[in-house]
Structure formats: structure tokens, C-alpha cells
């Protein structure tokens, strides 16, 4: 008798240790899972805002081209045609830079030169100059669906033409440039098509679409987006354009190009 006793009170003991334990488990997991505070979430990144004071100024081309001193060195930065005098302390959003940026308006090369995003006002809001800039870059189609890999903003419908490949080692069709994209970033690079859209001036140089009849309209790999400082003709239609390849080029504002041609040099 005694004996089952002692068992008894065995099984009872190892049935009361195997409950704390359980207990100390499941009280120590709440404890480290606790509820997430709404304020751990990440903060929307804000825009950069840079200061300085005003050492000079000019007026050229719809701009307002601003040299600011901050204390330890001087930027230039371009925004819409705005007033602003020598001086004055000036607050504004970070941008597009720009290098070797040449104003055939001023007759004039900068070295490197942001296009911002625009003064901060009182209220602490951009003027948005680069933005309204690209505007005019805008088909109004609105944003494209993600998977497309051309410019999401903007894009020229697809044309049923067909256009005889320029010659040459380093020649390629529209097709080809999108097919190619980071072989060819950074190499110059010759295209021949025809202009189905120009955006004139903005930042300073001219915006060509080209199409040759390659490409696919499904994912936009059908329209070539140049820039060229060449001044526009009416008499653009087939033209050759020979220029550098930038992929993946991101303007800011929507405005992301998987394949661009800049520096242009346009011929009939």
C-alpha cells in the first residue's frame, strides 16, 4: 500500500513540474511578442531640404538659374522662372543633377547643376518646378502598369511604320536599344527613326520620340525617347540621332525611362 502511495505522489509531482513549465513557456512568449506599437512603423522618408544664401542669379530660357552658398560650398540650381535676388536666404528641395549641363541660352556650360524640385514656401511646400518641367513630357495615359519597362509617363502609341536600320558597327534598331539595355549603358550609340513627338526646351534641351516599326507596344520597347540640344525643325521626320544610352534613368516624378538616348546629335 504504501508502496502505491509513494508512486502515486511521483506521478503527481511530475504532472505539477510539467505545468510550470508549460506556463513559464507560454508566459515568457507573450512576453517577447508583444503588440507592435503603431509608432515602430517606418516613417515615410521626407524630401531633402537644403539651405543656403543666394550668390547669384539669372534668368535664361523660362528658368531661374540660382548659385547657393551654404557655408561650406556653392551649387548652382535651376527652377522655373522665379524672383529671387542676391542675398537672400533660400530653402529648397533637392533634385536631378546634372553634369556638364550646357544652356545654349546663357552660352554657357555648368559643371554640375541641380534641377530642383523647388523653393520652399512659407507654408513649407515645392513649387514642384521639375515636375511641371516633364509636364510636358506627359501623354496624359496616365501611370502604365508596373511590368511595362519603358517610360511610365511617357509614351507615344505605337505606329505602323517601317524604318531601314541606320548603318553601321555601333548602329541598332529601337528594339535592339531596349533588348540591349545595360550592354549598351553608357556607350554612344546610333538609332534612325521617325519623330512622332518633340517636347521642346525643357531643362534646357529638346525631348524626341522615335519609332522605326520594332519593338513591342506591350511593353513599350517600341518608342526611343531622345534628347538632343539640336534645334527643332518642322522638317524632322526620319532623322538619325547618335547619342549615349542611359538604363534604368529615374528623373524623379514619375518620370523613369528603362532606356533613354541623351547628347543627341540629331541628322536628317
Not at 500500500?1 to 508549460?22: E, F, Q
Not at 511578442?33 to 542669379?57: I, L, N
Not at 549641363?101 to 524640385?117: A, E, G, H, M
Not at 534645334?231 to 523613369?256: C, Q
Request: charged share 20%; aromatic share 8%.
Amino acid at each position: 500500500m504504501l508502496k502505491k502511495i509513494l508512486v502515486w505522489c511521483g506521478i503527481v509531482a511530475m504532472l505539477s513540474v510539467t505545468a510550470c513549465n508549460r506556463q513559464s513557456s507560454e508566459t515568457a512568449g507573450q512576453q517577447t511578442q508583444a503588440p507592435e506599437s503603431p509608432m515602430q512603423a517606418a516613417a515615410p522618408t521626407a524630401p531633402v531640404v537644403k539651405s543656403g544664401t543666394v550668390a547669384e542669379t539669372m534668368d535664361a530660357g523660362g528658368y531661374t538659374y540660382v548659385l547657393v552658398d551654404d557655408g561650406v560650398s556653392q551649387n548652382w540650381l535651376a527652377v522655373l522662372k522665379t524672383t529671387v535676388e542676391v542675398g537672400q536666404e533660400v530653402s529648397y528641395y533637392d533634385g536631378m543633377v546634372m553634369e556638364n549641363f550646357v544652356s545654349k541660352t546663357l552660352d554657357r556650360t555648368f559643371d554640375k547643376i541641380i534641377f530642383s524640385n523647388g523653393f520652399v514656401d512659407q507654408q513649407g511646400e515645392a513649387s514642384d518646378s521639375f515636375s511641371e518641367a516633364l509636364g510636358g513630357e506627359s501623354t496624359g495615359m496616365g501611370d502604365q502598369p508596373s511590368g511595362m519597362v519603358g517610360s511610365r509617363k511617357a509614351v507615344v502609341p505605337f505606329s505602323e511604320i517601317q524604318v531601314e536600320k541606320a548603318a553601321g558597327e555601333n548602329a541598332y534598331s529601337v528594339a535592339e536599344v531596349f533588348e540591349k539595355a545595360t550592354d549598351l549603358d553608357g556607350q554612344k550609340v546610333t538609332v534612325r527613326g521617325k519623330v512622332v513627338k518633340v517636347s521642346a526646351n525643357i531643362m534646357g534641351v529638346n525631348w524626341l520620340h522615335i519609332q522605326d516599326g520594332t519593338g513591342s507596344p506591350d511593353s513599350n520597347t517600341h518608342d526611343l525617347v531622345v534628347t538632343t540640344s539640336n534645334p527643332p525643325e518642322d522638317a524632322w521626320d526620319i532623322i538619325t540621332v547618335n547619342g549615349v544610352i542611359s538604363a534604368n534613368k529615374d528623373f524623379g516624378s514619375g518620370y523613369s525611362y528603362a532606356v533613354i538616348m541623351e547628347e543627341a546629335e540629331v541628322s536628317e
